[in-house]
């Protein structure tokens, strides 16, 4: 048998207690590709990816690498077989220095013992100048933007001379303009033949950087693509197990007046005087890139900042919101784009988490009155869908789709009639995501104002009526979804450009 | 193995070994005379440590508990000897032993507010506000007290924690009846479902259009407030107050909630579990004690039982994942 170059999986496999979450899983990883992996979440992505940066003593299977079988049972050995992973979560220390954060682990030495500061340096900056970014080697990570961390995540990759590079979701929270750059850099380090495992839930980034696409489902393979095989529809429909029709929904007509909420020269926070109007039963999209200011604006409305200058009105009365307390009492509601961090009590019920905002309207005086809120909550359950063997379940456990059906339900839950959701399908996958904006916009038409922040254009598109542009702190533009949207007008507003 | 079993035994049966084991090492143990003893002996780790429970369940620490007590307890006796030989008329008993008895509540609350207000307000580490008020408050009681050791008081100062009803000591009813109303409040009121999510996530009960720094600033006030009342059933239970009082009740008070297991890190536990944790710590004192082992052995013991539950408590996480 020809020896494979590159990493090859024969039959991996990994169970956990009640879930088979890796089986009979064979991949491969060849110099000089990006092998993308898509999958549901749960499909088996995650542990496929914590297999090989040795995050598990025990797995069933065999890898080779060149030919030679090897063994990953610790993540130092992973690191000595050069395979390096770039999580989701960052790994960097943000107290430390961008070069101290390349090195840390594999200081360059003098004398045995003492960090050669000389040397880091330079490599360092070599490896920085290679990627071709520009970010100063002392520099806090803690100050720096998500996409700068991820190439110092990328530079201390190279720095160990890595041969796979992992790439977990690289652009769930990165702008356009930051994800052509990695684009850029992914390429480059392809043809000096460095091989990639690229997972992503963003269909149009697949086309566009993958060389092969492997889709899971239920912790198995289904099925291997060449990058001209894989068409949206094509890789949709196997992550889904079934064909999938047209997702996006017929444009809403909201024609009215009458204003649920209007803004007006709010500034704070890098936010620059930004004024709109939110129509009763409208969805109105805000786009921009990364750090336009957008959740920083919408964390003003509710509250949870302080506003320097500007008014807000609801239903027409001038209003002063200086606690998200303020803004619930007001009938605001606000899901934040991080869900696991400042939307639920993961460790807690899902049916405590939905009730946590409206407790007062579920208790008699200062007591829980568990039927009621057992009767509220399934209510929920059974008009969003939400899955789950039980209500009485850690909301940790559920999927991430469910989970922010969850915080939607807690909003539901205290009557509010102005939602705002931030960044409302990441993390999500396909399917999760199709019913989160046929959600949203079930909810338009019975009534409720919504706005929803997207990085992701074609999400804001397919569910918005209207998207308001932000850039730099400012609202740069308009468009009309209904009428006119295209991707590229959007993207001109985001970028800075404004429209007469 | 080894792992699970302990992880699925639990605190219950650790406690339950631990009775039989000293049971069978000495006959004296297990006597209603000794066990009411151990019971009494407890009974003031338990109070101080319900409070505690408030405060670690939201991530959090409570070091000036011990003395706190102590500020407490130097108030209400200088301010009972002060008053004592004056003549209130029919409202002598209101103002010689009530009054005292509230000002050493209000102390402890007013003491463990100050800590909360810092913490939550202002955000000081809980660690760094509580540890300079436990230099603060023990000052403040040898200030109050001009080092003096105050002694012998009436039976109403000395009643909860000297006193029988119905041949029962009124400090166990007492301790029992506190768990009882902090674990109602804890399981079963809105304040209770606050307590557990601001130890989950802080910033979700925030955006949820709550108040979480003033849920905060409560847990130690009601710690505060746990040592007031610990202070008045210490004070009855020496017949003694002297500003050394309470040295070394947090670490007793943190191994109890701990060794109950709720987590060191928030949002989960049980005040039920701090009883047990807290006689867990009594019978094994106990126990030690009658098996003639030195006080200083003692102080090993209890600290690497204190280690042991945290590094339980991290083994039942990983026995879940």
């Given at each position: 048998?020809?020896?494979?170059?590159?990493?090859?999986?024969?039959?991996?496999?990994k169970?956990?207690?009640?879930?088979?979450?890796?089986?009979?899983?064979?991949?491969?990883?060849?110099?000089?590709?990006?092998?993308?992996?898509?999958?549901?979440?749960g499909?088996?992505?995650?542990t496929?990816?914590?297999?090989?940066?040795?995050?598990?003593?025990?797995?069933?299977?065999?890898?080779?690498i060149?030919?030679?079988?090897?063994?990953?049972?610790?993540?130092?050995?992973?690191?000595?077989?050069?395979?390096?992973?770039?999580?989701?979560?960052?790994c960097?220390?943000?107290?430390?220095?961008?070069?101290?954060?390349?090195?840390?682990?594999?200081?360059?030495r003098?004398?045995?013992?003492?960090?050669?500061?000389?040397?880091?340096?330079?490599?360092?900056?070599?490896?920085?100048?290679?990627?071709?970014?520009?970010i100063?080697?002392?520099?806090?990570?803690?100050?720096?933007?998500?996409?700068?961390?991820?190439?110092?995540?990328?530079?201390?990759?190279?720095?160990?001379?890595?041969?796979?590079?992992?790439?977990?979701?690289p652009?769930?929270?990165?702008?356009?303009?930051?994800?052509?750059?990695?684009?850029?850099?992914i390429?480059?380090?392809?043809?000096r033949?460095?091989?990639?495992?690229?997972?992503?839930?963003?269909?149009?980034?697949?086309?566009?950087?993958?060389?092969?696409?492997?889709?899971?489902?239920?912790?198995?393979?289904?099925?291997?693509?060449?990058?001209?095989?894989?068409?949206?529809?094509?890789?949709?429909?196997?992550?889904?197990?079934?064909?999938?029709?047209?997702?996006?929904?017929?444009?809403r007509?909201?024609?009215?007046?009458?204003?649920?909420?209007?803004?007006?020269?709010?500034?704070?926070?890098?936010?620059?005087?930004?004024?709109?109007?939110?129509?009763?039963?409208?969805?109105?999209?805000?786009?921009?890139?990364?750090?336009?200011?957008?959740?920083?604006?919408?964390?003003?409305?509710?509250?949870?900042?302080?506003?320097?200058?500007?008014?807000i009105?609801?239903?027409?009365?001038?209003?002063?919101?200086?606690s998200?307390?303020?803004?619930?009492?007001?009938?605001?509601?606000?899901?934040?784009?991080?869900?696991?961090?400042?939307?639920?009590?993961?460790?807690?019920?899902?049916?405590?988490?939905?009730?946590?905002?409206?407790?007062?309207?579920?208790?008699?005086?200062?007591?829980?009155?568990?039927?009621?809120?057992?009767?509220?909550?399934?209510?929920?359950?059974?008009?969003?869908?939400?899955?789950?063997?039980?209500?009485?379940?850690?909301?940790?456990?559920?999927?991430?789709?469910?989970?922010?059906?969850?915080?939607?339900?807690?909003?539901?839950?205290?009557?509010c009639?102005?939602?705002?959701?931030?960044?409302?399908?990441?993390?999500?996958?396909?399917?999760?995501?199709?019913?989160?904006?046929t959600?949203?916009?079930?909810?338009?038409?019975?009534?409720?104002?919504?706005?929803?922040?997207?990085?992701?254009?074609?999400?804001?598109?397919?569910?918005?009526?209207?998207?308001?542009?932000?850039?730099?702190?400012?609202?740069?533009?308009?468009?009309?979804?209904?009428?006119?949207?295209?991707?590229?007008?959007?993207?001109?507003?985001?970028?800075?450009?404004?429209?007469? | 193995?080894?792992?699970?079993?302990?992880?699925?035994?639990?605190?219950?049966?650790?406690?339950?070994?631990?009775?039989?084991?000293?049971?069978?090492?000495?006959?004296?143990?297990?006597?209603?005379?000794?066990?009411?003893?151990?019971?009494?002996q407890?009974?003031?780790?338990?109070i101080?440590?319900?409070?505690?429970?408030?405060?670690?369940?939201?991530?959090?620490?409570?070091?000036?508990?011990?003395?706190?007590?102590?500020?407490?307890?130097?108030?209400?006796?200088?301010?009972?000897?002060?008053?004592?030989?004056?003549d209130?008329?029919?409202?002598?008993?209101?103002?010689?032993?009530?009054?005292?008895?509230?000002?050493?509540?209000?102390?402890?609350?007013?003491?463990?507010?100050?800590?909360?207000?810092?913490?939550?307000?202002?955000?000081?580490?809980?660690?760094?506000?509580?540890?300079?008020?436990?230099?603060?408050?023990?000052?403040?009681?040898?200030?109050?007290?001009?080092?003096?050791?105050?002694?012998?008081?009436?039976?109403?100062?000395?009643f909860?924690?000297?006193?029988?009803?119905?041949?029962?000591?009124?400090?166990?009813?007492?301790?029992?009846?506190?768990?009882?109303?902090?674990?109602?409040?804890?399981g079963?009121?809105?304040?209770?479902?606050?307590?557990?999510?601001?130890?989950?996530n802080?910033?979700?009960?925030?955006?949820?259009g709550?108040?979480?720094?003033r849920v905060?600033?409560?847990?130690?006030?009601?710690?505060?407030?746990?040592?007031?009342?610990?202070?008045?059933a210490?004070?009855?239970?020496?017949?003694?107050?002297?500003?050394?009082?309470?040295?070394?009740?947090?670490?007793?008070?943190?191994?109890?909630?701990?060794?109950?297991g709720?987590?060191?890190?928030?949002?989960?536990?049980?005040?039920?579990?701090?009883?047990?944790?807290?006689?867990?710590?009594?019978?094994?004192?106990n126990?030690?004690?009658?098996?003639?082992?030195?006080?200083?052995?003692?102080?090993?013991?209890?600290?690497?039982?204190?280690?042991?539950?945290?590094?339980?408590?991290?083994?039942?996480?990983?026995?879940?994942?």
């Amino acid at each position: 048998m020809p020896v494979e170059p590159g990493l090859v999986t024969r039959k991996l496999g990994k169970s956990f207690p009640g879930v088979r979450a890796l089986d009979d899983f064979d991949f491969v990883i060849r110099p000089g590709e990006v092998h993308c992996l898509l999958g549901e979440n749960g499909a088996g992505k995650s542990t496929f990816i914590n297999i090989l940066s040795g995050a598990f003593a025990e797995y069933e299977g065999e890898i080779e690498i060149d030919g030679q079988p090897v063994t990953i049972t610790t993540p130092a050995r992973a690191k000595a077989l050069k395979i390096a992973t770039i999580h989701q979560e960052q790994c960097l220390v943000p107290a430390m220095t961008v070069e101290e954060n390349i090195h840390l682990g594999d200081e360059p030495r003098r004398n045995g013992f003492m960090v050669d500061k000389k040397a880091a340096r330079k490599a360092a900056q070599e490896v920085l100048d290679r990627l071709g970014v520009k970010i100063p080697l002392d520099a806090r990570v803690r100050n720096l933007s998500t996409a700068e961390a991820q190439m110092v995540e990328i530079a201390k990759a190279l720095v160990l001379d890595a041969r796979i590079l992992i790439l977990d979701e690289p652009t769930a929270s990165i702008s356009d303009r930051d994800t052509a750059e990695l684009f850029r850099i992914i390429r480059e380090l392809k043809a000096r033949g460095t091989g990639f495992v690229y997972i992503s839930h963003r269909l149009q980034e697949i086309a566009e950087i993958a060389d092969t696409v492997t889709v899971m489902r239920d912790g198995r393979k289904v099925g291997e693509l060449t990058a001209e095989e894989a068409s949206a529809d094509r890789i949709v429909e196997m992550m889904v197990g079934r064909p999938v029709g047209e997702l996006s929904a017929p444009p809403r007509n909201v024609e009215t007046d009458d204003i649920a909420m209007a803004v007006s020269g709010l500034s704070g926070n890098g936010v620059i005087d930004a004024s709109f109007a939110l129509k009763r039963g409208e969805i109105l999209g805000f786009a921009g890139l990364v750090g336009a200011g957008r959740t920083d604006l919408m964390k003003m409305v509710f509250g949870a900042l302080p506003v320097a200058a500007g008014t807000i009105s609801v239903d027409g009365k001038d209003v002063v919101i200086d606690s998200p307390r303020a803004a619930v009492r007001l009938g605001i509601g606000y899901l934040s784009e991080d869900r696991k961090g400042e939307g639920l009590v993961l460790k807690q019920a899902i049916d405590w988490n939905i009730a946590l905002a409206s407790l007062p309207a579920l208790s008699n005086g200062p007591v829980v009155d568990r039927k009621r809120e057992r009767a509220a909550a399934e209510g929920h359950r059974k008009r969003l869908s939400i899955a789950t063997p039980s209500l009485s379940k850690p909301t940790g456990q559920l999927s991430g789709g469910n989970q922010q059906k969850v915080v939607v339900a807690k909003w539901l839950e205290t009557g509010c009639r102005v939602l705002i959701f931030d960044e409302p399908t990441r993390g999500i996958d396909v399917n999760a995501r199709a019913e989160i904006h046929t959600l949203i916009r079930a909810l338009a038409d019975k009534g409720s104002s919504i706005i929803v922040v997207s990085s992701d254009l074609p999400e804001l598109i397919q569910v918005s009526d209207r998207i308001l542009a932000m850039s730099e702190g400012r609202i740069t533009g308009e468009v009309a979804v209904a009428r006119n949207a295209r991707q590229a007008e959007v993207m001109e507003l985001m970028l800075g450009g404004t429209r007469a | 193995m080894l792992n699970r079993l302990v992880a699925r035994a639990g605190i219950y049966g650790i406690l339950i070994a631990s009775i039989a084991v000293l049971s069978v090492l000495s006959p004296h143990f297990l006597t209603v005379n000794n066990l009411t003893n151990i019971l009494l002996q407890v009974a003031i780790t338990t109070i101080i440590g319900v409070g505690m429970t408030f405060v670690i369940m939201t991530g959090g620490i409570d070091l000036s508990v011990g003395s706190i007590v102590a500020l407490s307890i130097v108030v209400m006796a200088v301010v009972h000897k002060a008053l004592a030989p004056m003549d209130f008329g029919i409202f002598q008993w209101l103002v010689v032993i009530v009054l005292p008895m509230l000002l050493a509540l209000v102390t402890g609350t007013a003491a463990g507010l100050v800590n909360g207000v810092m913490v939550a307000k202002a955000r000081v580490p809980a660690f760094i506000m509580t540890l300079g008020m436990m230099s603060m408050a023990r000052g403040g009681a040898y200030i109050v007290s001009d080092n003096q050791t105050i002694s012998v008081f009436p039976d109403g100062l000395t009643f909860l924690g000297d006193g029988r009803v119905f041949g029962v000591p009124m400090l166990i009813i007492a301790s029992l009846v506190i768990v009882g109303i902090a674990a109602w409040v804890l399981g079963s009121t809105i304040y209770g479902r606050f307590v557990y999510a601001l130890g989950g996530n802080r910033v979700a009960l925030r955006l949820s259009g709550v108040n979480a720094a003033r849920v905060e600033m409560s847990v130690y006030g009601i710690s505060g407030l746990a040592c007031g009342i610990a202070s008045i059933a210490l004070l009855g239970r020496l017949n003694v107050a002297q500003p050394v009082a309470g040295m070394g009740y947090e670490l007793d008070a943190i191994a109890a909630v701990i060794i109950g297991g709720t987590s060191i890190f928030g949002g989960e536990g049980k005040v039920a579990n701090t009883l047990l944790g807290a006689l867990l710590v009594g019978i094994i004192r106990n126990g030690l004690n009658l098996l003639n082992v030195s006080p200083n052995v003692q102080l090993v013991v209890i600290g690497a039982i204190i280690v042991a539950a945290v590094f339980y408590d991290k083994l039942k996480d990983s026995a879940r994942a």
